[in-house]
């Protein structure tokens, strides 16, 4: 099994934190947030460690890491990144961002999937919106489950749902079986030949995020499901994340 962080982004809305340092090596008390997941994944016993890099990325060393950069990081997106380590997508492997911070739980949980593809999902996530105006509840990724717990919808702001069906955020972790991960190349080349224009929940193929390029194996019949989370995990898009990650972690 291998990870690849995607770590690309210039993390416009961390600054001051990232003017002159990528969001990966932004400090939560003495260590990087990069340093941090990696950490834990060597603690799951998992060596095999890609990061996608891309705005000051000679910033971001690490020993015992294989490296890819992503040089048009400006302009496009999370997709892109992740096949710029495609050579990677050859095996059982776990996609993660470098702006999340996680218990280690979480990744026993992830690690512990058995099917096919599977995304880290929070059923109790709304408590993670409380006083984070910089960050508001409409920008979650949210998951709608079925009533019988499958996936039917990943994008943004879904704040409706039936009677027996819920609404999670997914949390930013993925894992994929080494079959899986056959079909995210084969599904992503098949794009890049035939599509054009808007994707998903992005303008373009180019600027989509991993949680695009779900939804599109989704709508192609492909099982996508849920791995529930129940241990602590932040996103750190913003200074107030940043904050609320300090208290949260202490």
């Not at 972790?173 to 995210?184: I, P, T």
Request: glycine share 4%; proline share 3%.
């Amino acid at each position: 099994m291998n990870v690849i962080i995607l770590a690309a982004g210039a993390g416009i809305r961390l600054r001051p934190e990232t003017t002159n340092i990528p969001k990966g090596m932004v400090k939560l008390f003495d260590k990087s947030l990069l340093e941090m997941q990696i950490d834990i994944f060597k603690k799951c016993n998992i060596n095999d460690i890609s990061i996608v890099s891309g705005y000051l990325s000679n910033q971001i060393t690490f020993p015992s890491i294989s490296y890819f950069k992503n040089k048009n990081y400006l302009s496009t997106s999370g997709i892109v990144s992740l096949f710029c380590a495609k050579e990677k997508l050859q095996d059982n492997t776990i996609i993660t961002y470098s702006d999340l911070i996680f218990e280690k739980s979480i990744i026993d949980n992830v690690i512990n999937f058995k099917g096919d593809i599977g995304i880290s999902v929070d059923l109790d996530w709304e408590k993670n919106y409380v006083d984070r105006d910089k960050h508001p509840k409409s920008e979650a990724d949210n998951v709608l489950l079925d009533k019988d717990g499958n996936i039917r919808k990943l994008r943004k702001n879904i704040s409706t749902c039936e009677e027996n069906e819920k609404i999670g955020e997914f949390t930013g972790v993925v894992k994929l079986s080494k079959k899986a991960s056959q079909v995210f190349v084969d599904k992503y080349s098949e794009l890049k030949i035939s599509h054009q224009g808007k994707f998903h929940n992005a303008p373009s193929l180019e600027k989509a995020i991993i949680s695009d390029m779900l939804q599109e194996l989704i709508d192609s019949e492909v099982k996508v499901e849920p791995i529930l989370i129940s241990g602590k995990w932040c996103e750190i898009d913003t200074p107030q994340d940043l904050e609320k990650a300090r208290k949260l972690f202490i």
